[in-house]
């Protein structure tokens, strides 16, 4: 498993269970966790799981790629593709990645099933992994190893339970004898694998399949937004009630299909800006997917305006945002709509941000430092402010009730951004205003 992060750990531990794997990383600190057990990062179960395989020694980690590849059968590439200004991918990683795996070919004399995992942007699987590693080796695809794409889905927060549950495995290759392989592999490891769940097709269409299934989704979350815009202009009109009426049909399926503060993390926003920028460079205006990029960020925009409209002058106000991670359930604040939202306040005057989240506050700290009073208590974060916005819909905010808003703030108006409480109990109490719903 060459890259140890969120899709090669998790990958490696559940794969642990059953075979011997080799995490290979350049993370000399990642490396010595593993081999001491523990998980370098927060994921639900990984840990538990990883002690588990650790003790049956099933698992180990290097950061020498010949030793690691000595007696593989597969191996998996799940280096970071991150964004570059432009919103290309950066490529660097995988391309020292795939030369040190040539290399290490050069060595053996065997034929090894290459998987790329990592996401990239279709035809670079064939035109810069596989001609590196060919040039590195001196062999040839196909002939003396294989090589696939074979995209992963899984979610940050249920990354384990996702790669143990996968809805679909998609393995894109044209070489048979690798097909075969890795049919064989995966039907060992999940048992029960029916014939719709596992398909093949060229390396170039698997790499789209996943760029255009984090393309998709992200839109059912846009479209759900935009609907809110047009539900805040009607009295009477709900976005839950709307977006669940419209989810129950089996064509459209509910999940992903809120109305909200926007979507952010590691995957969605990156994802989509590598699929724009790649249409581009090939004279292609992908108009939708643009538009979901575009509604995404009116959205925060639009959640700043609320604060501003319910407010007025913003100068000698006190803001609360509760929630700061991307989504409950992690620290990960990369791309979080948090981020975004706290800037609009701040370019407008506002005069504090008191910001509240239950295990993102060091990470926040890094991105938006001096600019924002950080407190993890709920309660004490309300304490004396204007206007409380729900940001993440972390459990503990949906314990609080309209009295704890009441009792603790300056000014109980609360702008719920992630539709959390029952919005004919709060508005009743308080100044309650919600996306997708019009103030009474
Ligand atoms: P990550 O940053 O958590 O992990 C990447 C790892 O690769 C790091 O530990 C890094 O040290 C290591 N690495 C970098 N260069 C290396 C090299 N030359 N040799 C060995 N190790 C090297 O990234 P991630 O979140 O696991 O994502 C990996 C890929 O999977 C990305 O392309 C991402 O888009 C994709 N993906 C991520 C998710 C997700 O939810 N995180 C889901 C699906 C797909």
């Not at 699987?125 to 196909?142: I, P, Y």
Request: charged share 25%; net charge negative; hydrophobic share 45%.
């Amino acid at each position: 498993m060459v890259g140890a992060g969120y899709v090669g750990l998790v990958a490696a531990v559940c794969f642990a269970k059953k075979y011997d794997v080799i995490c290979v990383d350049t993370d000399v600190a990642k490396i010595d966790m593993i081999n001491n057990g523990k998980s370098p990062f927060f994921e639900p179960g990984l840990d538990a799981m990883l002690s588990e395989v650790h003790k049956t020694g099933k698992i180990l980690a290097t950061t020498d790629m010949d030793e690691a590849l000595l007696d593989a059968d597969f191996v998996f590439i799940s280096v970071g593709t991150p964004s570059l200004s432009s919103g290309a991918i950066d490529l660097s990683f995988i391309c020292s990645a795939a030369e040190g795996i040539g290399n290490a070919l050069s060595k053996i004399d065997r034929f090894v099933v290459l998987v790329q995992r990592s996401t990239v942007v279709p035809t670079s699987t064939r035109e810069v992994v596989q001609k590196l590693v060919e040039r590195a080796s001196g062999k040839t695809a196909g002939k003396d190893f294989g090589i696939a794409f074979v995209p992963e889905f899984l979610r940050e927060g249920s990354a384990v339970d996702d790669f143990l549950n996968p809805d679909r495995i998609i393995i894109g290759t044209e070489n048979q004898r690798t097909l075969k392989l890795l049919f064989q592999l995966y039907e060992d490891f999940y048992g029960n694998l029916t014939a719709e769940k596992i398909i093949g097709m060229s390396i170039e269409s698997a790499e789209l399949v996943k760029y255009a299934s984090n393309a998709f989704i992200a839109t059912k979350i846009s479209f759900a937004n935009e609907i809110a815009r047009i539900a805040e202009l009607i009295d009477g009109v709900d976005v839950v009630d709307v977006m669940r009426g419209v989810g129950l049909d089996h064509r459209v399926n509910p999940k992903y299909f809120n109305a909200g503060a926007g979507f952010g993390g590691s995957c969605f926003p990156k994802d989509i800006k590598a699929l724009i920028h790649f249409a581009r460079t090939h004279a292609f205006d992908p108009i939708l997917i643009e538009s979901v990029l575009e509604r995404n960020n009116l959205q925060m925009i639009h959640i700043a305006d609320l604060a501003e409209d319910a407010l007025g002058m913003m100068n000698d106000k006190r803001i609360t945002i509760l929630g700061l991670s991307f989504k409950p359930g992690t620290s990960d604040m990369r791309e979080a709509p948090s981020i975004k939202i706290i800037s609009e306040l701040i370019e407008r005057g506002v005069g504090e941000i008191i910001a509240c989240d239950p295990i993102a506050i060091p990470e926040a700290r890094k991105i938006l430092g001096e600019r924002v009073t950080f407190i993890g208590n709920p309660k004490e974060a309300l304490s004396g402010t204007d206007c409380a916005i729900i940001v993440t819909e972390w459990e503990i905010f949906r314990k609080l009730t309209p009295r704890d808003f009441i009792e603790t703030m300056k000014t109980p108006i609360v702008i719920d951004a992630r539709r959390i409480f029952p919005a004919e109990e709060f508005e009743k109490e308080l100044t309650y205003i919600a996306v997708g719903r019009r103030q009474k």
